[in-house]
């Protein structure tokens, strides 16, 4: 049976949360010689008649446990949305649709890091390599492979990072810098579903949106205007801005409801963006519409 501190871990009041059970395998004998024991993650669904019923998050039925095989357990965090569960490298390459001339390709090696350029664009985001975690190893090769690409574009060489990696530690101690005094920026996810209800009540007539290569800006002319690009059930957000004599007036949101309302229709489900970590008025936008931080990331240049 389960002990007393046990009883006050798992109980009826579970039922709908996430936990963890360890349980006895009656009948069969452990690496020990002891009775054997599993553990299982999942959803209670159900607790009554000496049973524990558990949603396995691994899929597959529900798994019935006799209350009495359960050795320990306890409720654990919620499990992350699917949307977070993508890694900081898969949401950034997402994030690619938003430069539609954007040239990439992989760094010479096995690092995986993708040298990215734009003709047009002059973010930071467009004109760097991605140096994120997810490819294999690299070292002074990669590097000097970086530092070469963009010397022959005639760009400075830079390097986005993931904020706490050993590829940031490894640039670093190259004698990398911070490429400005920039904070670190955020990459932002939200449900498209929660930031539209947000901006439901929100009047967007005098909003035009415009087409062009992929690339829907909507526009208050002399006002404010914004950037969003759809592809694979996501759509992204950049470059929403508001003229300073009309700031403080609701305009960006206006903007944010009607490149949501655009992306909605085209079936987007997720909506990502990226600011900068101390600019407090953008997050509390982004804040109110549901979106939270999905990983934080610098950019570094060689220092001189």
């Not at 558990?54 to 009495?68: K, L, M, N, Q, R």
């Not at 209800?197 to 949106?209: L, N």
């Not at 008025?281 to 931080?293: I, N, R, V």
Request: charge should be negative.
């Amino acid at each position: 049976m389960p002990t007393s501190a046990q009883a006050r871990s798992l109980g009826p009041h579970v039922v709908g949360s996430r936990i963890v059970v360890r349980r006895v395998l009656p009948g069969e004998t452990g690496p020990s010689g002891g009775p054997a024991m599993t553990d299982l993650l999942g959803v209670c669904v159900a607790w009554g008649d000496g049973l524990c019923v558990v949603s396995p998050d691994a899929g597959g039925p529900d798994v019935a446990i006799p209350v009495a095989d359960i050795v320990s357990g306890k409720p654990v965090p919620p499990r992350p949305s699917p949307r977070l569960r993508v890694s900081p490298r898969d949401a950034q390459v997402r994030a690619f649709t938003l430069f539609p001339d954007l040239e990439v390709r992989e760094v010479d090696g096995p690092s995986g890091w993708l040298l990215r350029s734009s003709a047009t664009a002059t973010a930071r985001r467009a004109n760097s390599v991605l140096a994120f975690p997810g490819g294999g190893e690299y070292g002074g090769v990669e590097v000097a492979g970086v530092e070469a690409h963009y010397a022959a574009l005639g760009k400075p060489p830079v390097a986005a990072v993931l904020g706490t990696s050993d590829e940031r530690r490894y640039f670093e101690e190259l004698g990398w810098v911070p490429e400005s005094h920039d904070a670190d920026t955020l990459f932002q996810l939200a449900p498209v579903a929660t930031a539209a209800r947000a901006v439901a009540s929100v009047d967007v007539s005098a909003v035009v949106i415009t087409l062009d290569g992929g690339i829907a800006t909507a526009c208050l002319p002399g006002a404010a205007q914004g950037h969003a690009a759809y592809a694979d059930d996501w759509v992204g957000f950049r470059g929403i801005e508001v003229a300073p004599l009309r700031r403080r007036q609701g305009l960006a949101r206006t903007i944010m409801a009607a490149l949501l309302a655009w992306s909605a229709e085209l079936g987007a489900t997720t909506a990502y963006l990226q600011v900068l970590g101390d600019n407090s008025p953008a997050l509390a936008l982004y804040e109110s519409l549901g979106f939270t931080t999905h990983h934080q990331y610098a950019y570094l240049t060689p220092g001189r």
